[in-house]
């Protein structure tokens, strides 16, 4: 599980599509990674890989943000 690609999601293991080689037109500088959600990783797992668009917006589905809290800021790896 220590084995981490930076090709594929850390969550759901599937492609995370990620934009890094042209982060300013990347898909993640439109949606946040909430905190909360990259905690839920495994410590090993941490900045090895972004997350997939699906996996960061079943989290956010799921997990509502409560009134005007800060918005994470933009961008990964987790």
């Known amino acids: 599980m220590s084995d981490a690609s930076p090709t594929t ?10 934009g890094i080689s042209d982060f300013a037109n990347c898909w993640c ?7 909360a959600l990259l905690a839920t990783l495994p410590p090993e797992l941490r900045g090895k890989a972004c997350l997939c668009r699906n996996c960061i917006e079943s989290w956010l589905a799921a997990h509502p943000p409560a009134g005007d809290e800060k918005k ?7």
């Open 29 to 35: 500088r439109a949606l946040p990674v909430p905190p």
């Open 9 to 18: 999601c850390p969550l759901c293991h599937q492609p995370n599509r990620c």
């Open 72 to 78: 994470a800021a933009p961008g990964n790896p987790g």
